[in-house]
């Protein structure tokens, strides 16, 4: 049985930070990409940030300068910086684990429930 369980959110003024993160339990072999998506009410979800198992990243415009994406592979986890918040990044933060292998499953993917991100004006 494998879970990935985001942490992290909350409430914060607009210009401040908040560091999430996602860790994935289970008998966890590798993860290949680890993602964070984000979902505003009445909007479509959209890719925030990527990292590589490699470490190689990328960014939405939207984000770039003020979000870092890492991760830790010995944890299995990822983390999402965030600086410089803005109320229009207020949204449910999801984390993604593509390529994720484990004992008796085949590679696939798992998503996490969530952690609500409020930023205030």
């Known amino acids: 049985q494998v879970q990935l369980v985001e942490s992290g959110g909350g409430l914060v003024q607009a210009g401040g930070s908040l560091r999430l993160s996602c860790a994935a339990s289970?008998?966890?072999?590798?993860?290949?990409?680890m993602v964070w998506y984000r979902q505003a009410p009445g909007k479509q979800r959209e890719l925030v940030a990527v990292?590589?198992?490699?470490?190689?990243?990328n960014y939405a415009d939207f984000v770039k300068g003020r979000f870092t994406i890492s991760r830790d592979n010995a944890k299995n986890t990822v983390y999402l910086q965030m600086n410089s918040l803005k109320p229009e990044d207020t949204a449910v933060y999801y984390c993604?684990?593509?390529?994720?292998?484990?004992?008796?499953?085949?590679?696939?993917?798992?998503w996490g429930q969530g952690t609500q991100v409020t930023v205030s004006s």
């Open positions: 993604n684990a593509q390529g994720l292998t484990a004992i008796s499953i085949r590679p696939r993917t798992v």
């Open positions: 289970g008998s966890i072999f590798s993860i290949n990409d």
């Open positions: 990292i590589s198992r490699g470490g190689g990243t």
